[in-house]
């Protein structure tokens, strides 16, 4: 078994928390709206794959029960990776339609929802870490 590194996770957490404070300081700047935006994608990406990684490695979960992201947060909510799947399939769905949908308003949402995200993500990067 390999040991499980959350550093990438942590420094996205870190570059998604430097975003929101970039936002705050410019809140008009639509183009640090959508780096923020862009974070929260990378940021989520790193997270639900980490979270499978944990699961196949250290919680020994079969692959055959990881076919989707549903299935992912499910399993590693059981595992108490997460605390709401349904949260987390939320986040999910916002990233995705930040990435197919250019729309002001679907882009505030995403940014809002971004800060949702950030907050999860932190309790799930600590469990994980404790995990590894």
Do not use: C
């Not at 942590?10 to 404070?21: D, H, P, Q, V």
């Not at 999910?92 to 339609?97: D, L, Q, V």
């Not at 197919?100 to 882009?107: L, M, R, S, V």
């Amino acid at each position: 078994m390999s040991r499980l590194s959350v550093e990438a996770l942590e420094k996205s957490l870190m570059r998604l928390e430097e975003g929101f404070a970039d936002a705050a300081r410019y809140p008009d700047l639509l183009v640090v709206r959508d780096g923020v935006i862009q974070r929260f994608e990378i940021a989520m990406d790193l997270s639900w794959k980490l979270m499978q990684r944990a699961l196949k490695e250290i919680y020994q979960v079969d692959e055959g029960v990881l076919l989707s992201k549903k299935d992912i947060f499910r399993q590693a909510a059981k595992y108490r990776l997460l605390d709401n799947t349904e949260a987390w399939l939320g986040h999910y769905e916002a990233r995705n339609k930040t990435s197919h949908i250019y729309d002001n308003e679907e882009a505030a949402r995403a940014f809002e929802r971004a800060r949702a995200f950030l907050a999860d993500a932190k309790i799930t990067l600590e469990r994980l870490r404790h995990a590894a």
